[in-house]
């Protein structure tokens, strides 16, 4: 007979959020790169895309994660176990307009590996970032996203943010190829 604290935990019961490190930026960056490859694939040229590797994503991070651009620029984690499946950063929000004011706080990048979607780690991370940006006395959260990503569309209106009507234009490859984004907004 089993002894009852020796049953295995469920899958979730793994599954947690911590303040991102140094050395989580390898993973960091291959998720990265996974996500930004997947979601600009009908998007971008294929020489773009190649782009997006991991160790140019890890070496960023590595060094924003050495020296933060503020003291509110955090990087979170999310974690299987002990494996880094997704992370934001948080930071400041860019004042860029009338509407955006220096107590708004800015989701810079959310991005969940493909394979741990569905279990709750955006989520997770989401709220993260929420409790964290009110810690740091943001008032409102704003996070710009591709026009035409459905998916995060729909993950960021379930979770309370609206688009506010900005958008722009993002260069995102070297030969100046853009994408176009939208701001969405949430009160915190």
């Given at each position: 007979m089993s002894h009852p604290h020796e049953h295995s935990p469920g899958p979730l019961a793994d599954a947690s959020v911590r303040t991102g490190r140094v050395n989580d930026a390898p993973a960091v960056g291959l998720v990265q790169a996974t996500v930004w490859r997947d979601a600009f694939a009908d998007v971008l040229p294929a020489e773009v895309l190649d782009t997006f590797d991991a160790p140019a994503f890890t070496t960023v991070w590595r060094h924003s994660l050495q020296d933060p651009p503020s003291a509110l620029h955090r990087l979170l984690v999310a974690c299987a176990g002990e494996q880094v499946v997704g992370f934001v950063a948080i930071g400041p929000a860019e004042v860029t307009d009338e509407?955006?004011?220096?107590?708004?706080?800015e989701l810079l990048v959310l991005a969940v590996h493909p394979q741990a979607r569905r279990s709750g780690h955006g989520s997770r991370l989401?709220?993260?970032?929420?409790?964290?940006?009110?810690?740091?006395?943001?008032?409102?959260?704003?996070?710009w996203?591709?026009?035409?990503?459905?998916?995060?569309?729909?993950?960021?209106?379930?979770?309370?943010?609206?688009?506010?009507?900005?958008?722009?234009?993002?260069?995102?490859?070297?030969?100046?190829?853009?994408?176009?984004?939208?701001?969405?907004?949430?009160?915190?």
């Open positions: 509407s955006v004011t220096e107590t708004d706080g989401l709220n993260a970032a929420a409790d964290t940006l009110r810690a740091g006395d943001r008032t409102a959260v704003l996070a996203l591709p026009a035409t990503d459905e998916e995060s569309r729909a993950f960021t209106d379930a979770a309370g943010l609206a688009p506010d009507g900005a958008w722009r234009e993002r260069v995102v490859g070297p030969g100046g190829q853009t994408v176009r984004e939208i701001r969405v907004r949430a009160s915190l």
